[in-house]
């Protein structure tokens, strides 16, 4: 089994992250890509319950026999640290080869992310392009060790979203439709934030 582990804050989950795990499961050859949907991301302040953000990844992947939403961090207490979850992910899936997909953009501040060095001995990195953050300068340490896939380029981000949902303009074709219904039904992002 290869399994693609694909962590975010996804707030909320959108069409730039879809393509980033597609891409990975086709070039890389996963049999899936679990959706790690960040409980309490120690880095960043998250107004959507987790929850919320968890059943938009629900919604989001249901129709993609590769994907998977994961519970792997909402079901642990206390702040999670993606080391953590890569432990906890090899003791899931025993055997398995572990892939932990990132965006470029998550390269710049990994070092001061928790033990980075014990990230490439639980899991083969992957980092996937994206607009506005050139893949080739990352961490020097990380370069060596890490699969650079190029992917087609989504200029797109969930604070973008956030903000558009805040100004009453359309998401239509940025998020899938499911994602957007859920977004209105439960009146979320109607501030900035
Ligand atoms: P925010 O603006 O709230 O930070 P985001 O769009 O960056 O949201 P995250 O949940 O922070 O989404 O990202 C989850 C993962 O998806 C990260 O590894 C990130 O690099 C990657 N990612 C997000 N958007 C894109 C995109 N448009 N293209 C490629 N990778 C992306
Ligand atoms: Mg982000």
Redesign the pocket.
């Known amino acids: 089994m290869k399994i693609g582990i694909?962590?975010?804050?996804?707030?909320p989950?959108?069409?730039?992250?879809l393509?980033?795990a597609s891409e990975s499961a086709d070039r890389l050859g996963l049999d899936e890509v679990q959706f790690v949907t960040?409980a309490r991301p120690p880095h960043?302040r998250?107004a959507t319950p987790a929850e919320a953000r968890h059943e938009m990844v629900v919604l989001a992947t249901i129709g993609d026999l590769r994907f998977r939403a994961s519970r792997l961090e909402l079901d642990h207490a206390g702040p999670t640290f993606t080391v953590d979850t890569l432990r906890r992910a090899r003791g899931l899936w025993p055997g398995a080869e572990l892939y932990f997909?990132?965006?470029?953009?998550?390269y710049h501040d990994i070092s001061t992310w928790r033990e980075p060095e014990a990230l490439v001995e639980l899991a083969q990195m992957v980092a996937?392009?994206?607009?506005g953050?050139d893949i080739k300068r990352i961490d020097p340490f990380f370069r060596e060790r890490v699969i650079p896939l190029e992917?087609p380029?989504?200029?797109?981000?969930?604070?973008?979203?956030?903000a558009r949902v805040a100004e009453g303009r359309s998401v239509r074709y940025l998020v899938p439709y499911e994602v957007e219904v859920y977004i209105a039904k439960h009146g979320l992002y109607q501030s900035h934030s």
């Open positions: 694909f962590g975010g804050s996804f707030d989950v959108h069409v730039g992250h393509l980033a960040a960043k998250i997909i990132t965006g470029a953009d998550a996937v392009s994206r607009p953050y992917i380029g989504y200029e797109l981000s969930s604070t973008e979203i956030r």
